[in-house]
C-alpha cells in the first residue's frame, strides 16, 4: 500500500457518507485532499465535470482515478482491491 497516494474527496458538511468515506481513508493511513464542494461552486463544477456526472457526496479520487462515492470504496475494500488501488498512477 502506497500511504503516499494522492487521495482528494469532495465533501460537504455533515453528510454521514462523507464521513463514513474519510474514516476509512484515515484508517489505511492516508492523507486526505478535501473539498467542501457543497460550499464552493467552482468546486461543485469540478467535481461534477471529473466525476463525469455525478452529484453527490462524496466522490473520492485516488491517483487521479475516479473511485466513486461512499458505496463504492467500502465496496473496493470489501473486494480487497482498495489497497492496489493507491499503487497505480493516472486515470482510467
Known sequence: M???AKVE????D???F????KALLVQKGWVIREY???R????????????????????????????GGC???Y???DQGKLDGLSESEGSV
Open 71 to 73: 458505496d463504492e470504496l
Open 36 to 38: 467542501p464542494a457543497k
Open 14 to 16: 455533515g453528510c454521514p
Open 75 to 77: 465496496s473496493l475494500e
Open 2 to 4: 502506497n500511504k503516499n
Open 18 to 21: 462523507c464521513i463514513r468515506a
Open 40 to 67: 464552493d461552486q467552482t468546486l461543485f463544477a469540478e467535481m461534477v465535470d471529473r466525476s463525469g456526472g455525478r452529484r453527490t457526496f462524496p466522490q473520492i479520487f485516488i491517483n487521479d482515478r475516479h473511485i
Open 9 to 12: 474527496m469532495y465533501y460537504k
